[in-house]
T-cell receptor, first 108, second 116 residues
Framework: EDQVTQSPEALRLQEGESSSLNCSYT??????LFWYRQDPGKGPEFLFT???AGEEKEKERLKATLTKKESFLHITAPKPEDSATYLC?????????FGTGTSLTVIP | ETGVTQTPRHLVMGMTNKKSLKCEQH?????MYWYKQSAKKPLELMFV???????ENNSVPSRFSPECPNSSHLFLHLHTLQPEDSALYLC???????????????FGEGSRLTVL
């Protein structure tokens, strides 16, 4: 069964304290892995697409990496404005499978 | 205009009401989607339209009725809903890629629906 699992469910960091979010997946025929940021009461905002193991993408304090079984979203020296829920999705065939997200809180 | 616009942002309706959610995309995409987001659950795909044709209906109850008059507009017609239908309804669009691959989804801000 195609599945996406994100961990941890919630994460609290002090400002400047780097950490990583995990997205593990079991899908057949991965076509792409996507990271989104979602603020409360808003729609998900696209961050990155990764297509193959070993690929990395960076944007400001965020860096996404991909292996054959999981992806990590590394957050370097986070700021309070990075607080949000981060969603991972994988595409298998024409289907997108979403995880339940990691709720990140960055404390000043 | 922002990429994907949804109206209304908030909707409260009784179980016997009929209402509609509207989505408009200004990205030139050819695929549009309706997703349901409930607390602590993954996004749940409801419907997919490619080039105005419905290509996915994910076993959604008939009290939800989609309409896609053109590649830029998508509606979700609601009638005789249940309280458990209360959720955030998200519209998304994407540009189909090569060999049937879909590219990343771009979401609207969502319509928060409360069914009393």
């Amino acid at each position: 069964e195609d599945q996406v699992t994100q961990s941890p469910e919630a994460l609290r960091l002090q400002e400047g304290e780097s950490s990583s979010l995990n997205c593990s997946y079991t899908v057949s025929g991965l076509r792409g892995l996507f990271w989104y940021r979602q603020d409360p009461g808003k729609g998900p905002e696209f961050l990155f697409t990764l297509y193959s193991a070993g690929e990395e993408k960076e944007k400001e304090r965020l860096k996404a990496t991909l292996t054959k079984k999981e992806s990590f979203l590394h957050i370097t020296a986070p700021k309070p404005e990075d607080s949000a829920t981060y969603l991972c999705a994988v595409q298998s065939g024409n289907q997108f499978y979403f995880g339940t997200g990691t709720s990140l809180t960055v404390i000043p | 205009e922002t990429g994907v616009t949804q109206t209304p942002r908030h909707l409260v309706m009784g179980m016997t009401n009929k209402k509609s959610l509207k989505c408009e995309q200004h990205l030139g995409h050819n695929a549009m989607y309706w997703y349901k987001q409930s607390a602590k659950k993954p996004l749940e795909l409801m419907f997919v339209y490619n080039f105005k044709e419905q290509t996915e209906n994910n076993s959604v109850p008939s009290r939800f009725s989609p309409e896609c008059p053109n590649s830029s507009h998508l509606f979700l017609h609601l009638h005789t809903l249940q309280p458990e239908d209360s959720a955030l309804y998200l519209c998304a669009s994407s540009q189909p890629g090569l060999a049937g691959f879909s590219r990343e989804l771009f979401f609207g801000e969502g319509s928060r629906l409360t069914v009393l």
